[in-house]
């Protein structure tokens, strides 16, 4: 065997030019008559050195990026199958800063190993968990959840356990496990990286939960624009099925469980819980009305567990390592890690996992660099386009689910984006309203109407004379129309759609025309 060399396969590496990258790599040492053994890893995360080429070495791999093709040649030159000095060297990758300073529980295989390698999951504590709960009762398995203190990842923040709990407590001929990866936040990608960079740990996740609830069915609910992760999870799942960890008798137990990969409809609504069962099972996604929650009625009338990727993905760590480990993470109520998102107008966007706690400034400046204009950071959206605008006085509140709340804003999916002083925030919440409308599964009201009326007002308030009575008129009616979808919308799409517009209008007044914040407005709301 050659030397191993590593060239990322993850769709944003593919896109900044990875194949072309490897293909030439295989060139150069075919034409060098050097022998080498070239992996296609999941992405490190780290996009701004995308292509990021790692070579192992006797102290450990060794990375260069972003390479291009051009760059090729001289890396061989340059001797980098040995670790070689070259202007694209970045030392050795696990003492790379951005890198280093992350707590990567979750990620710790991203980039390590080759995602549909059984063998290669396995040597680095891959079915660990799986193996260590075939030892547990129902009851045990569940409690260990409960007790880790995992939330929902996907946004909404519910306790796992209390979900796996009822399910498993219920009693039906057939249940059913459904992961919900139709990611479709603007500055999310955490999900996609997971399927595609360490499919397995996924599908780990979800047998550990059909074992813990007594389902024997899932489904991995996947958006149609992710291709590649739809290949990689339906190879994972085929390879899984063949190695006896899904299927009949579970890695030679007595339980069972087949997974299966659906394709989303492209519809952002899809994202909420039961809109999605109800594309699962061929009809329109259209969200229902709860009662009856879905871990008693769910997928075909069915008690279902419903959690995103990283919360099944979070699984397998907890059962290897126990509760009180992955618990002993984080902080009050926000235990564990979350991968945070880094996007926009940034200097070094990228994937961060780090535990609850970390600050929002810590995240932009000592892992983000600054914007990558150069110019002053105004505002920040957090939690994907339903998140609020959060501005420069609530970046030192650590990252918590309570603290955010607090102020009126959400961590949602762990989406961040950034932008600088040239921002238009009254142009960005007409987007938030237009977004709302264009996506809208249209069965309620407050939503499907109150979106295409807010950008009306929007514009309206924006166009109003400053000197004129419409000005405090307009905005009157914006926020009490944010009112009425906020607490009348059916789900959250209408429901959290006010977030962005009111803090916008909160915090950046001047760009809607208006001298200051209205006073009487409550400033804790998003």
Not at 25 to 36: D, E, K, N
Not at 298 to 305: D, K, R, S, Y
Not at 403 to 416: N, S
Request: charged share 20%.
């Amino acid at each position: 065997m050659g030397v191993r060399i590593y060239v990322p396969a993850d769709t944003a590496a593919i896109a900044l030019g990875a194949d072309e990258v490897a293909e030439a790599i295989l060139a150069q040492a075919q034409q060098r008559g050097v022998s080498i053994d070239l992996v296609r890893n999941g992405s490190r995360g780290l996009f701004w050195l995308e292509p990021l080429v790692e070579v192992q070495t006797d102290a450990g791999r060794v990375a260069y990026g972003p390479v291009q093709i051009e760059d090729v040649a001289s890396l061989f030159a340059a001797n980098f199958l040995q670790g070689g000095t070259h202007a694209l060297s970045l030392g050795l990758t696990e003492e790379i800063p951005y890198l280093k300073k992350q707590d990567r529980l979750c990620f710790s295989r991203m980039g390590v190993t080759d995602p549909l390698s059984l063998s290669d999951y396995e040597a680095h504590q891959g079915y660990a968990g799986l193996r260590r709960c075939l030892h547990l009762t129902s009851t045990q398995i569940v409690q260990e959840v409960l007790d880790s203190g995992l939330r929902g990842r996907g946004g909404a923040a519910f306790p796992t356990g209390i979900k796996w709990k009822t399910v498993a407590a219920a009693t039906a001929p057939q249940k059913y496990i459904v992961c919900n990866a139709d990611e479709g936040d603007s500055g999310t990608y955490s999900d996609r990286m997971t399927m595609e960079g360490d499919p397995y740990m996924l599908i780990e996740g979800m047998t550990i939960a059909a074992i813990a609830t007594g389902a024997t069915r899932g489904y991995i609910y996947i958006r149609s624009e992710y291709p590649r992760a739809l290949t990689v999870m339906q190879s994972a799942i085929e390879q899984a099925t063949a190695a006896g960890y899904l299927g009949d008798n579970i890695a030679g137990s007595n339980y069972a469980f087949h997974l299966e990969v659906r394709k989303a409809a492209g519809s952002y609504v899809c994202g909420e819980e039961t809109a999605m069962l109800e594309s699962i099972e061929g009809k329109r996604g259209v969200v229902r009305a709860k009662p009856p929650i879905p871990a008693l009625q769910g997928l075909f009338g069915a008690p279902t567990v419903i959690n995103n990727v990283i919360s099944f993905a979070s699984v397998p760590l907890i059962l290897e390592r126990g509760a009180a480990f992955y618990k002993n993470f984080g902080l009050g109520r926000s235990t564990g890690t979350l991968p945070i998102q880094l996007t926009g107008n940034i200097r070094f966007g990228g994937l961060i996992e780090k535990a609850f706690g970390v600050t929002l400034r810590e995240l932009l400046f000592d892992f983000g660099g600054g914007s990558a204009s150069g110019r002053p950071i105004k505002a920040v959206q957090v939690g994907g386009p339903l998140g609020s605008y959060v501005p420069e006085q609530y970046w030192d509140l650590p990252f918590d689910y309570e603290a955010y709340a607090a102020v009126g804003a959400t961590l949602g999916h762990g989406g961040i984006v950034v932008h600088d002083d040239s921002a238009d925030m009254s142009k960005l919440a007409r987007y938030a309203m237009e977004f709302c409308a264009l996506e809208s599964c249209g069965k309620c009201t407050p939503c499907r109407i109150g979106s295409t009326r807010g950008v009306e007002v929007i514009e309206r308030l924006v166009q109003a004379d400053a000197n004129s009575a419409l000005k405090p008129t307009q905005e009157k009616l914006l926020r009490d129309l944010c009112n009425t979808m906020q607490y009348g919308s059916l789900c959250a799409l209408g429901g959290m759609t006010p977030n962005p517009v009111i803090s916008a209008l909160n915090y950046y007044p001047q760009d809607f025309g208006l001298a200051a914040a209205n006073p009487a407005s409550d400033q804790t709301k998003a």
